[in-house]
């Protein structure tokens, strides 16, 4: 059974900072490896996804790296800003069969202090 | 080219009541998927389903819940006779297709349940 960790549980950074949320999975054999933003009482953005045969992916400030031998995934964001606010969301997506099923962690609560 | 609508936003039922929750996914997508979100858990998937069939339930509590997508209308997410351990927000997502290396899910806003 896929287990997602998100280390830190929240983060607070002065805005301009560059950060670094962590992300773990238990089971390396995914098909790809997403990453969400999640703002209060709103549903889910998509801001990248890593097929599991890439190492990365860029999407404007945003960076996105995984490394399927360790189970791990990290997403950079640069130059941070007071609406980059928002919970993060680390989901592994299914494996065979299963692979339309997210397997989402509790997520990474980032505030940006002006 | 709305996206995922799903409906009430907030809902409250008292203990034994029945809560239908509705999604209607973006268009051209014939693949939804529901999940839950307790608090302080992550998204937990619950269903898949396509048009007139249920593709995965796995995730599906075996009593009082149900969920169907039919020819016409919305997805319906049934909870029956809710307790308080229902209270969440439901989430509901829809793709193109049913999974695969490059394809995200387009979530909606949710639904806010909550149990007296």
């Known amino acids: 059974k896929q287990e997602v960790t998100q280390i830190p549980a929240a983060l607070s950074v002065p805005e301009g900072e560059n950060l670094v949320l962590n992300c773990s999975f238990t089971?390396?054999?995914?098909?790809?490896l997403q990453w969400f933003r999640q703002d209060p009482g709103k549903g889910l953005t998509s801001l990248l996804l890593?097929?599991?045969?890439?190492r990365e992916q860029t999407s404007g400030r945003l960076n996105a790296s995984l490394d399927k031998s360790s189970g791990r995934s990290t997403l950079y964001i640069a130059a941070s800003q007071p609406g980059d606010s928002a919970t993060y969301l680390c989901?592994?997506?299914?494996?065979?069969?299963?692979?339309?099923?997210?397997?989402f962690g509790k997520g990474t609560k980032l505030s940006v202090i002006p | 080219n709305a996206g995922v609508m799903q409906n009430p936003r907030h809902l409250v039922r008292r203990r034994g009541q029945e809560a239908r929750l509705r999604c209607s996914p973006m268009?051209?997508?014939?693949?939804v998927y529901w999940y839950r979100q307790l608090p302080e858990e992550g998204l937990k998937f619950m269903v898949y389903?396509?048009?007139?069939?249920?593709?995965?339930e796995s995730g599906m509590p075996k009593e009082r819940f149900s969920a169907e997508f039919p020819k016409e209308g919305p997805s319906i997410l049934r909870i029956q006779q809710v307790v308080r351990g229902d209270s969440a927000a439901y989430f509901c997502?829809?793709?193109?297709?049913?999974?695969?290396?490059?394809?995200?899910?387009?979530f909606g806003p949710g639904t806010r349940l909550l149990v007296l």
């Open positions: 989901a592994a997506g299914g494996t065979g069969a299963g692979s339309y099923q997210l397997t």
């Open positions: 890593i097929q599991s045969s890439q």
């Open positions: 089971d390396s054999a995914i098909y790809n």
């Open positions: 997502a829809s793709s193109p297709t049913g999974g695969g290396f490059q394809e995200t899910q387009y």
């Open positions: 268009k051209g997508h014939s693949h």
């Open positions: 389903l396509q048009k007139e069939n249920i593709i995965d």
